[in-house]
């Protein structure tokens, strides 16, 4: 049995680790381990070494697209928001996203906004349904009264 210390081959662009199991080396900040090497990682235009130095992260009002970094393009009445996914922007209040745009949100009479990013935009007041576009009154049949929710009797 042989007790001897073996050597650590550390690579170019890395440095020795105390571990005492795995590889026993860790690539310096800037670069990433690609087939037992180190090699520097490609900050795009529009992008910043991420906190853990081993690959980018696109600046806010960029996404990523494969290897760059693209615009996101906000539409008129909307804002960029930091969300992870999806079109990386939101409507105004008042407006709602129907495809690439901001459009505003027809409230009819009875009826308010609601901060919704899908359905209409907007709901009935109290004592009043959504029916085709606008708000109609409920018609509450004598010796009964106004409930807040439909699940309860027939519809």
Not at 73 to 78: A, C, E
Request: proline content about 5%; charged content about 20%.
């Amino acid at each position: 049995m042989d007790n001897a210390c073996a050597g650590v081959e550390v690579p170019v662009n890395a440095y020795p680790t105390t571990e005492s199991f795995g590889r026993r080396w860790a690539c310096l900040r800037g670069h990433q381990e690609v087939d037992e090497i180190c090699v520097s990682v490609t900050v795009p235009q529009n992008a910043y070494l991420s906190s853990t130095g081993d690959r980018w992260i696109c600046n806010r009002g960029f996404r990523e697209a494969g290897e760059f970094c693209t615009a996101i393009l906000v539409p008129t009445n909307g804002f960029l928001a930091d969300l992870s996914s999806g079109s990386g922007w939101e409507c105004d209040r008042g407006f709602r996203a129907v495809k690439e745009a901001c459009v505003s949100v027809k409230v009819p009479e009875n009826g308010f906004l609601v901060a919704s990013s899908n359905g209409l935009g907007w709901s009935c007041e109290r004592g009043f349904r959504a029916s085709d576009g606008t708000c109609l009154a409920v018609k509450v049949p004598q010796h009964a009264y106004l409930v807040d929710t439909t699940s309860y009797g027939p519809a």
